[in-house]
């Protein structure tokens, strides 16, 4: 238990009366990629919420590198380095590309590798690099996607929550994204990565947990990995309940 | 003829710079927060009085009393936040809650002024004594330094704003605040600091109007209505605009009392007022999103 | 409403039209008088703040219309004065409309901008047109009532106490009426559901325009009333204390409640003369009113209606409408 990064233990949440998650634990070990699939309105944005302290849990606790965060605030925990990159989130709309990523190391542990990190976000995606002065409200969808993802680079993560980043791109877009989190995990960056296709998933992480109703209804090994029938059948067989 | 144009022209840029840094509070809380803050003129009434008691009556001086006044302005905007807006983010109807508490905000400031001040007339010593004479009219020295340091302190604002990482924090706590906080910025302190600092600014310029009207504890209601005039004309959302306008309403101002004299130029305004409004409904400079 | 509500309401009328045969004091029928010229005040404000849902801060430009209406009518004029007073509610739906023409289409912080403004500017415009108005210093020695050859002032204000309260309840009664016509329906339904109001063809600018005049008009009258009976019209009924003080009889009677505000008017006006009486106090009474919004906005959103009927469910004093209700929803 202690050998995990982050270990999110029996936490129930909600927003106001409306109970989202039961009882669901996670973990993500030291350099581990772990996915997490299932359908939409189960839970997967709310834990990551609740783990990045946007969301406060009515029970359980968060553990980061073996702190309790439970109860910090988001800024405390980004300082820390578990960092959260939203589902089609617009950031600033009214900042630049540059200054969005400038202030993005925010934090005194960001701030002192901000100069190496901007050239590495710019080089991972450089359709960013072209659009340095552009403001967000007029980027693309895949371009938000990539500055979402370039912001949460530029915070030090020592630990990367994604959420559904290739959530309506086009399947190239999404090939390049892959790419570029691939690369992103060899660099050394453990995440969680939340999507919809459990093939993406399995090509980029080590470990999926499929969330339903609000707790894990299964974990499944790269190892034991399930063919593609048995996945279509699971995914479907159980959303439909 | 010349000398009154001038003369009008610089009663237009005293009036328009006053308006300004008014404005210019209250578009900064509002582009924060989304909170319109009703005591923005009861904290300039408010530092106004905590500068003439430390410059006057405990006699330290003027530059003592102005730090003093803009302190105790930033200070109480700060509680005021605490107390009055923060219990209620993410209320279904903070908007007109807020609007309520920081009238009631106002209501106590200024009230409270006059328990604590009494009703006589007070004054500050101008910055600066003497007059100047620009091409010709003559101007006192305090009222030039005013139309000196409004567009100094709106330029300041305008670099911290754009270029400060604190500045950028706020923008950004205003543009999207979950993603604010996911990068690490701290929400609630952005807040208080908006407001401090808004707040800063109101007392600043209690501080500089103290010396050209009395000092009583209505002072800031005029000067706020003008404020929020501007601010329907030029929109919250910008500190450009909300600048621009206030020199536009201000030379209007100015220039309405010259043409048609103190008894119609209110009338003028109010009719004024009612126009753009109808026709343009976001104010003249307005976006229709904002 | 409920029966026993409706009840209590008419039995705390027919009260209030019994004080003058026990109160002789022509102090103490000044207070009541002043509460009811508040009470209607603050209940048609709640129907377009409360019921309508309408960011208003320009209500007391009404009132303030109606003020000096009157005080135009009948001491430049020589209008009669009962005629002048119900001018003031004319002229103040005029206002209304006025205002309602660019308020209609206005969203959100702006409304409140402007509404607010609006009534500033009246003040400023009263101020500086003094050939008309007084300027700063007001109309003075404005004609009284009379019937016949009964004059009102020499009878310890019995006749303008059952005037005020003639006036309170037709305003009322015109209030509720409004509130239960399918008009009033539609006005909460475009409150509660803006969208779902839209799509069913009701027009926001219609309903916020009729609901402006409907509100002004009861205002405009006690306004005019206002000025006869005090005999004097002053730009400060326009300024931010009446306003307050206005606003928290809304808040503390219950927003969208029409009695609420109408029973907040009766309670904050003696409250508030109590505490003028006390030495120390008279300036610090505006404070009190204010700390008291804050902590009803903090405890109870609702009013202290709500609050009232919540802590009678909580003591298990239930009525026969509420027991019915499934237990535990509350809503």
């Known amino acids: ?162 959420d559904e980043p290739t959530l309506g791109l086009s399947p190239r877009l999404k090939e390049e994204l892959a790419v570029a989190i691939g690369e992103i995990h060899e660099s050394g960056i453990p995440l969680i990565l939340v999507e919809q296709d459990v093939e993406f998933l399995l090509s980029l992480t080590d470990r999926l947990y499929l969330v339903e109703h609000g707790e894990v209804a299964r974990e499944i090994d790269q190892a034991s990995a399930p063919d593609h029938q048995e996945i279509m059948d699971m995914y479907f067989g159980t959303a439909a309940t | 003829m010349t000398e009154t144009l001038i003369a009008t022209i610089v009663s237009g840029l005293l009036l328009g710079s006053l308006y300004a840094l008014m404005a210019s509070g209250l578009s900064l809380v509002w582009t924060t927060l989304g909170v319109f803050n009703f005591a923005h003129g009861a904290l300039m009434t408010f530092g106004a009085f905590v500068a003439w008691t430390v410059a006057e009556a405990w006699g330290l001086g003027l530059l003592a009393g102005a730090v003093a006044g803009v302190g105790a302005a930033a200070l109480a905007g700060v509680l005021i936040e605490l107390l009055l807006v923060r219990p209620f983010y993410g209320h279904r109807n903070m908007l007109l809650i807020t609007v309520m508490t920081t009238l009631a905000a106002m209501i106590i400031l200024q009230n409270g002024a006059q328990v604590i001040w009494g009703a006589r007339l007070k004054q500050l010593p101008p910055i600066v004594e003497g007059n100047v004479s620009i091409f010709g009219a003559v101007v006192s020295a305090h009222e030039a330094l005013i139309i000196v340091i409004a567009p100094l302190v709106l330029l300041l604002l305008w670099w911290f704003a754009s270029t400060t990482r604190t500045g950028r924090s706020l923008r950004a706590v205003g543009q999207n605040q979950d993603s604010a906080a996911l990068i690490g910025i701290d929400v609630p302190r952005a807040f208080s600091l908006a407001f401090g600092l808004s707040a800063a600014l109101a007392g600043l310029t209690g501080v500089l109007l103290g010396s050209i009207r009395f000092i009583t504890p209505s002072l800031g209601a005029e000067p706020l209505v003008k404020a929020m005039i501007v601010v329907i004309f030029g929109g919250l959302g910008s500190l450009g605009a909300s600048a621009g306008a206030a020199f536009v309403i201000g030379m209007l101002e100015a220039f309405l009392v010259l043409w048609l004299g103190l008894y119609w130029t209110p009338s003028i305004l109010f009719l004024l007022l009612i126009l753009v409004l109808v026709f343009r409904p976001n104010g003249l400079f307005g976006r229709a999103n904002a | 409403m409920t029966r026993t509500r409706i009840a209590a309401i008419l039995v705390a009328f027919a009260l209030l039209a019994l004080v003058p045969l026990v109160v002789t004091d022509s102090y103490v029928r000044h207070l009541f008088i002043i509460a009811f010229i508040y009470a209607v005040v603050a209940s048609n404000w709640d129907l377009s703040l409360g019921y309508t849902g309408l960011f208003n801060f320009g209500h007391l430009t009404f009132f ?268």
């Open chain 1, 1 to 162: 238990m202690t050998t995990s990064l982050l270990e999110a233990s029996h936490i129930y949440a909600g927003y106001g009366e409306v109970p989202v998650l039961r009882d669901i634990t996670v973990h993500v070990g030291a350099g581990e990629a772990v996915g997490m699939f299932g359908p939409n309105g189960h839970g997967k944005t709310t834990l990551l919420r609740t783990i990045s302290g946007l969301l406060r849990p009515s029970n359980g606790t968060v553990h980061f590198d073996g702190d309790d965060v439970t109860i910090a605030k988001p800024s405390d925990i980004v300082g820390r380095g578990l960092v959260h990159a939203q589902q089609g989130n617009m950031l600033f709309g009214d900042m630049g590309v540059a200054e969005t990523l400038e202030l993005a190391a925010f934090k005194p542990r960001a701030r002192a590798g901000a100069k190496a990190a901007l050239e590495r976000v710019y080089a991972l995606f450089p359709r960013l690099a072209e659009r340095r002065k552009q403001l967000a409200r007029t980027l693309s969808g895949g371009e938000r996607q990539m500055l979402s993802i370039g912001c949460a680079l530029m915070c030090a993560p020592r630990l990367l929550l994604l």
């Open chain 3, 64 to 331: 303030g219309v109606g003020v000096y209406t009157a005080a135009i009518l009948a001491e430049t004029v020589e209008l009669s004065p009962w005629a002048a007073i119900l001018c003031g509610g004319i002229t103040a739906a005029l206002a209304a409309l006025l205002i309602s023409a660019p308020v209609a289409r206005l969203k959100g912080i702006y409304v409140v901008l402007v509404t607010f403004a609006f009534s500033q500017l009246a003040m400023q415009v009263v101020l500086s047109q003094s050939d008309i108005t007084g300027g700063a210093e007001g109309i003075v020695r404005i004609p009284y009532l009379q019937v016949g050859d009964y004059r009102f002032i020499r009878d310890y204000n019995l006749a303008y106490y059952y005037t005020a309260f003639a006036m309170l309840c037709v305003s009322t009664v015109f209030l509720l009426a409004v509130v239960a016509s399918p008009f009033g329906k539609s006005l909460r339904a475009l409150r509660d559901n803006p969208d779902y109001a839209a799509s069913r063809g009701i027009s926001v600018a219609r309903q916020r325009i009729m609901s402006l005049v409907l509100s002004a008009v009861f205002t405009g009258i006690a306004g005019g009333f206002y000025a006869i009976y005090l005999r004097v019209a002053s730009p400060e009924v326009f300024g931010f204390g009446t306003l307050s003080l206005a606003l928290s009889m809304v808040l503390i009677g219950g927003v969208g409640t029409i009695i609420g505000p109408v029973l907040a008017a009766l309670f904050l006006t003696f409250l508030t003369e109590a505490m003028a009486g006390i030495r120390g106090l008279e300036d610090a009474r505006f404070i009190v009113v204010a700390l008291a919004m804050i902590l009803v906005l903090r405890l109870a959103p609702g009013g202290s209606i709500e609050m009232l009927s919540r802590l009678r469910l909580g003591a298990g004093f239930r009525s026969r409408r509420e027991t019915t209700d499934t237990a535990g929803n509350r809503s």
